[in-house]
């Protein structure tokens, strides 16, 4: 269940519906980013970060190359993405890795996002 939850919030990210994707987190979710400057906490904040990251990447196109579950909740992603920034026209390319946990209800209530390899 989890792979999929995952397989599907990103898909939400992909194409940024911001209800889809504020649907999926508990309310008292952290968010751990370098894209979103470090710990961010609650549904609320979380995609207020979300709407201003959006804003300025509203292309990102992100691809996992592997996902995996660790155990019944936590689910693990290998990913990268390409993004055009709106202010500067500047091509953004990351990769790195996601550890997501969700809840037993299938709702996301920790997302950590490491860059690089």
Do not use: F, K, Q, T
């Given at each position: 269940m989890s792979v999929e939850r995952l397989r599907a919030?990103?898909?939400a990210l992909n194409a940024f519906d911001p209800a889809v994707v504020e649907a999926m987190f508990v309310e008292d979710a952290e968010y751990v980013s370098?894209?979103?400057n470090g710990v961010v906490r609650g549904r609320r904040a979380i995609m207020a970060g979300m709407a201003v990251y959006f804003?300025?990447?509203?292309d990102q196109q992100s691809f996992d190359d592997e996902v995996v579950a660790?155990?019944?909740?936590v689910v693990q992603s290998l990913w990268r993405l390409r993004a055009t920034s709106s202010k500067t026209g500047k091509v953004l390319q990351r990769h790195g890795k996601?550890?997501?946990t969700f809840?037993?209800?299938g709702l996301i209530k920790r997302v950590e996002v490491f860059d690089g390899d």
């Open positions: 919030y990103h898909a370098p894209g979103l804003a300025e990447y509203a660790l155990s019944r909740n996601d550890i997501v809840d037993e209800a």
